[in-house]
C-alpha cells in the first residue's frame, strides 16, 4: 500500500527529533557538511531547538526530497542532499543510487553511506552533481554494510532496498503508471535534457502484435512483438525495419512504441515496421547474458530464423540501409556483433550504453544458483563465443554500417568501465572511417536515460533511408 507524502510527513512532525535514540556515530561535523540548508539548520538549532527543525520539516514536505541548491563559482554542478528522518533505532543509512551506478563496490560503499546530523534524527549525504544528470536511486536502512565483492546474494540484497517516502517523483509518473512497492526514486535536476517523446500526445497509434516464437537454433522459445505503423499497407512499398533486443524492456519502461507513434507524426522518422525481441522464458538471467555476448548461435537464429519468418509476414525491407539493430547494454553489444557478421543484412545500429568490455568473470559469482547450479562450467560456456568485439572492428575490413553508441558518464564505477570501453569504440570506429555518432549522458546505466535519448538514436539510423520502390 503506498502511504501519502503527507501522512508520512505530518506524522514526522509530532515526533521529538532531537534525540540521541538512533545509534551510530555522528561522521560529519558541521564544518564538513556541504549543504547550505542543513548547514544553517544546525545553527538553528543551537538557537531554537525544536521549532527549529519543524520548520525544516514543513520545507521538506512542500519541496520533496533531494535537497538540491547551488554551489557558489560553479556553473556546471549543485550539491544534492538526500535525507532520512529516523523513527526507530537506525544503525546506518546507504544510498543506493544512478550516481555510482547503483554500485555498492568495496570501493564505493564509504561513499554512499548517510551520516547523521548532530543529535537529532536526521540523517544526510550530499553529492556534487552535474546539472544535467537524470537518475535513480533507492535507500537501505539498517544495511548490512557488506560490500558487493562479497555479498552471497545481490537480488536478494536489492529486494530490500526502498523508495525515499520524500521523493514523490517515479520513473513511472511519466508513463502514466503506477510505482510498485519499493519502486525506483527519480532525480531530475534543472538543466536535464527533455524527454518530450515519451509521453502520450494523441497522435495515429501503431498495432503491435505478440507472438510465440520457437527456435530450432536455439532450442527455446521467446515472444516477439511487431510492431506496424499507423496506416500500415501490406501492399506498398517495403518498410523500413528496426530489430530491438529485450524486447520487454523497450515495449515497457523504454515506450518505444509511443515514440515511434511521435516520430513518425512529426516526420522526424519514415514509418517503419518494429521487431521487439523477448529474451527466452527460462534460465534468465543466464541465458540472456549467453545469447547476447556476440553469441554466433543467436545470430544464426537471428538472420536464419526469425528475419525469414518476419519478412513472410510483413511488407518490411531487405536494404541493409533501411534496416536497423540495437539495443542497451548486452543488446547494444548483440546489435554491433550482428552488423559485423551480417552488413549485408544490418546497416544501421543503435548501441545506449553497449556492454563493450572485456570479459567480466565475476559476473556469474553474483549470480544465484538456482540460475547457474555449476559456476565453471556455466561461467565458461557463457564466455567461449563472447570475444572482444573492439578488437574485431580493429582487425576485421571497415563495413558499410553506421553506428550511435552512447554511454552514461555515471557508468564507471566498475571495472572494466562501461563508459571507458564506448569511448574506446567510438575511436576506433572513427578510426576506421565509419559514420557515427556518439554522445555521452550525465546519467547512469538505467531505462530512464535510455527512454529520453532513443529517439536521438533513431533519428539517426533512419535519418536518410532512401525511398524505396513498391511491388
Known sequence: MKIPLKSVLFWLLLMPIITTAASGKDKQTQSSIQSPRLNRLTKEIQT???????????????????????????????????????KEPVRNVVVFSGLTNNAYTRAVLPDIEMARLGGTDIWFKTFRVRKDARFTYQLSVNDSLTPEEDEPDDRARRSKLRSDPLNPHHPEDALEKVPSAGAESLVELPGAPPQPWIRRSGNPAGKLKTQEFRSEILKNERNVTIYSPPGYNPNGRPYPLLVVFDGEAYTDSIPTPTILDNLIAARKIPPVVAVFINNAEENQPYLRTLELSCNSSFTRFLVGELLPWVRQRYQVTRNPANTAVGGASRGGLAA????????????????????????????????????????????????????????????????AIRFYLEAGIFENTYHPSVLIANRHLKDVLSAKGYKIQYQEFAGHHNTVNFRGSLATALMFVFADSPLEKGP
Open 48 to 86: 531554537a531547538g525544536q521549532p527549529a527543525l519543524n520548520t525544516f520539516l514543513e520545507e521538506v514536505q512542500k519541496q520533496g526530497t533531494p535537497l538540491v541548491e547551488p554551489i557558489p563559482g560553479d556553473e556546471t554542478h549543485v550539491w544534492v542532499t538526500f535525507l532520512w528522518f529516523a
Open 336 to 399: 554491433a556483433c550482428a552488423a559485423l557478421d551480417h552488413p549485408e543484412i544490418f546497416g544501421n545500429v543503435f548501441s545506449q550504453s553497449g556492454f563493450f568490455v572485456y570479459k567480466d568473470k565475476n559476473w556469474f559469482r553474483r549470480v544465484g544458483h538456482d540460475v547457474a547450479p555449476d559456476d565453471a562450467s556455466q561461467e565458461e560456456k557463457a564466455w567461449e563465443e563472447y570475444g572482444n568485439v573492439i578488437a574485431q572492428f580493429v582487425e576485421k575490413p571497415t563495413r
